[in-house]
């Protein structure tokens, strides 16, 4: 018996092996380093200078550096809330569509994610930029043309584009599941259609919803590439501050220090939303 269980334990080390290596090689280790530098001192030319201060946590509750966070948290917020507001809808049809359709829908729905990132982004420059195609359909009506590229508009209209899926697809999920008799039991009892929506429907997709919503917010909150494409770097979000600071100023303690904020406010989010969702 016991050469049995230690058989089995040894088997399970194997194939849990290649990914505890891969997390803490290229997770656990990484994220050591860069905790470990916000401790530290930028040098006078970059570079990280190893003698102890806290002078960075200090640097990084500055109004200056807080207000990057807020334009950060608003842009996040106002694209979850419209992916959610486009995603549920979206969903809740694709989740009654005959079985043969549901296939189709899934795979339109993730089909950009066939095609490169930065190659999607430059699609839609060319579709704001002055001249572009939104443009010029504006002028067909007198209307226009407008600024719609380098701006916070634009970076919600990336970010929307890029992370929208990532709603749909847990929303459908949890509709999936649902029991359709228990809708059909709603109306028998007078319910509307909104009654059985807002009493039955909603409350049984809320993991689905808040799962949905963390899968833009998280993303969108982080991004750095959207906002210097589309936003033309005039709105600095984390991610971007993040990256100047590595980059452009040289300064990877102060940087590891906002990166280590940043990981620490979104893993305190995901587990916010896994509680959120056990109680739903």
């Known amino acids: 018996m016991t050469t049995s269980r230690g058989r089995h334990r040894l088997g399970a080390l194997v194939f849990l092996a290649p990914g505890l290596t891969y997390i803490v090689v290229l997770v656990l280790v990484p994220l050591a380093l860069v905790l470990s530098f916000t401790f530290f001192q930028r040098g006078r030319f970059g570079g990280v200078i190893y003698e102890f201060t806290t002078e960075n946590f200090a640097r990084a509750i500055d109004p200056l550096y807080l207000g990057v966070v807020g334009t950060s948290l608003k842009i996040a917020a106002l694209t979850t809330l419209i992916a959610l507001a486009l995603g549920y809808p979206t969903a809740y049809l694709i989740a009654r569509l005959p079985r043969r359709w ?83 039991a709603s109306a028998n009892l007078g319910a509307s259609g909104f009654t059985t929506f807002r009493r039955v429907t909603l409350p049984l997709t ?21 906002p210097e494409m589309l936003g033309g770097g005039k709105t600095l979000m984390v991610g971007n501050l993040i990256r100047n600071e590595f980059l452009k100023a040289r300064d990877w303690p102060f940087g590891s220090t906002l990166a280590t904020a940043l990981v620490a406010v979104l893993v305190l989010l995901l587990l916010a939303q896994a509680w959120a969702a056990r109680r739903a």
């Open 206 to 226: 809320l993991p689905g919803v808040l799962t949905g919503s963390m899968f833009v917010f998280v993303p969108s909150f982080a991004n750095f590439v959207i």
């Open 102 to 184: 549901k296939t189709i829908a899934l795979i339109a729905i993730v089909l950009p994610f066939w095609t490169n990132f930065i190659i999607r982004m430059y699609a839609w420059i060319i579709l704001l930029n002055g001249p572009g195609l939104v443009n010029s359909g504006f002028e067909l009506f007198g209307l226009g043309p407008y600024e719609l590229l380098y701006n916070q508009g634009a970076i919600v209209a990336g970010l929307l584009y890029s992370y929208l899926p990532l709603m749909v697809l847990p929303l459908y999920a949890a509709i999936e599941k649902l029991d359709p008799q228990l809708r059909e």
